[in-house]
């Protein structure tokens, strides 16, 4: 019904520009040059702001002119009557939202005369869905303001009269977001991922107050120097999820770097991190990567280690740390230990000894092998940490969820598009949204991890069936049965 009459109304759209917009642009052009004319009794230079709010609400008129003139167009189409459309009421009116400001606007209610159809045409054909009350294009500006500033000072950013509940309301609802990451499989010797957790202030249940992890990781193939004092990563990825479980967080991450990297050259990968428990994880998805621990971490660790041994005690352990020394690092905590006294200082001495005997190999590489400088304290506070964690916020388990997504997706190059953007907020689509994003974390990146698998699995079965058909063998023999099991992946890959 509604397509029907949208046909009709473009067709006819040129005759309301002719008969109308000239009227409109009259009234514009008028209203701009008295605007000017009292600006020059003062200082026009600095009269911006009065031009500027002068010109927004002409715009807003204008508009609302507009969209009359497009339903007083279907109100007399005749197509219109022969579509059985019945008019139910006139003038009932409406007010969305924009990014210039408020428009409010009157249009015609219709029945469908065979049937129990009602609508608004006119809404249709604008394109405004039914409970919105922000345009999409406001949205995706709150939204991307959101990410640099607190939901109150974002909607006194914009032109419309905005609260922060509903700020809150557009990120909530915005659907499942992710920059496509292109398939470039970019040849490179090495791979660098920065893995680390930001610590975040979240209302748990009752909501108590609960300090929560977000996983980061930055991936890049290295870093440029060619700007002098200001280093940066050559060809990067970021990825910051919140409520996966980490083998759910290095999936996401694999599928992102096997499309952006070339990983049939075998290169090495760097996995760069304080050694947390949750990070070692990373086994599953780059079995082959080689663990290094962050040089941050390292310093960090060795400053406390330090304050409970004496000054020459101190300079040994550090020498052992700087040389790669196990044996000697072992009898110099040794030798500290001997003199603690105090029962809980003991305690924590045996604990960062605990972590550095645990984690030498990687302290080592560190040290001695020529790895890439590490900097993930660094990408923490660029990729999240600079809005997630600082000026004392505390979010929402869905707000943060959401919030590290659209993070990821602007680090990335990624922009919200309109489709992207939900009119109306439901609790069940939040609740349905956090229970998959526990099992597959950002649905795109999940998918492109389906992708790759089928390939694999299509590659495996076409070598092995190219292989075996050569061959004749007994029908129920281990090999022809794998090669029936094979014959019927296709409806997988």
């Not at 009794?41 to 609302?64: F, P, Q, V, W, Y």
């Not at 929402?396 to 990624?414: D, F, H, R």
Request: with cysteine; hydrophobic share 35%.
């Amino acid at each position: 019904m509604i397509r029907y009459v949208c046909s009709i109304t473009h067709r006819e759209v040129n005759l309301m520009g002719k008969r109308s917009l000239s009227q409109i642009m009259a009234g514009f052009e008028e209203g701009f040059w008295t605007l000017i004319a009292g600006a020059l009794n003062g200082d026009l230079l600095n009269g911006t702001e009065t031009l500027k709010t002068g010109i927004l609400a002409m715009c807003r008129e204008a508009l609302s002119e507009a969209i009359s003139e497009i339903d007083d167009m279907v109100n007399t189409s005749i197509e219109r009557k022969q579509s059985g459309l019945i008019v139910q009421r006139r003038g009932d009116p409406r007010t969305v939202s924009t990014c210039i400001g408020e428009i409010t606007f009157k249009r015609t209610y219709y029945k469908r005369k065979d049937s129990n159809e009602y609508c608004y045409v006119a809404d249709y054909l604008i394109g405004a869905e039914k409970w919105e009350r922000l345009s999409k294009e406001l949205s995706i500006s709150l939204i991307e303001l959101a990410t640099e500033m607190s939901y109150q000072k974002a909607a006194k950013h914009v032109e419309a009269n905005v609260s922060r509940q509903s700020v809150n309301n557009r990120i909530l609802s915005l659907k499942d977001v992710a920059a496509d990451i292109k398939k470039e499989q970019i040849n490179c010797d090495e791979i660098n991922i920065y893995v680390d957790e930001d610590h975040v202030a979240a209302h748990v249940k009752d909501d108590l107050k609960k300090s929560v992890i977000v996983p980061v990781a930055v991936a890049s193939t290295g870093i440029d120097y060619s700007t002098p004092n200001r280093p940066k990563l050559k060809n990067p990825l970021y990825l910051a999820e919140f409520g996966v479980k980490p083998d759910v967080f290095y999936d996401n991450l694999y599928s992102m770097v096997s499309r952006k990297y070339n990983l049939n050259n075998e290169p090495k990968v760097y996995i760069h991190a304080d050694g947390g428990k949750w990070i070692q994880a990373y086994e599953y998805a780059f079995p082959n990567a080689v663990f290094v621990m962050d040089g941050f971490h390292i310093e960090q660790y060795l400053k406390r280690i330090r304050t409970y041994c004496d000054k020459d005690t101190a300079k040994e352990i550090t020498r052992a740390v700087r040389e790669g020394n196990l044996e000697y690092l072992k009898q110099q905590c040794q030798k500290a230990l001997q003199k603690i006294t105090d029962k809980a200082d003991r305690e924590k001495f045996i604990k960062l000894k605990r972590y550095f005997v645990n984690n030498f190999e990687a302290i080592k590489r560190r040290q001695l092998s020529g790895v890439n400088g590490s900097c993930t304290e660094a990408m923490v506070s660029h990729v999240t940490a600079e809005r997630l964690s600082r000026n004392g916020c505390a979010w929402s388990i869905n707000g943060l969820g959401q919030m590290a997504m659209i993070l990821t997706l602007y680090k990335n190059g990624g922009k919200l598009k309109k489709e992207d953007i939900c009119v109306r907020r439901k609790k069940e689509d939040e609740d349905d949204r956090r229970t998959n994003r526990e099992s597959n974390g950002y649905e795109k990146y999940h998918k492109y991890l389906e992708e790759e698998q089928a390939e694999i699995i299509r590659a495996v079965r076409e070598r092995v069936m190219g292989r075996m058909s050569n061959y004749v063998i007994d029908t129920t023999s281990g090999t022809q049965i794998l090669m029936k099991l094979l014959s019927k992946i296709p409806t997988i890959a």
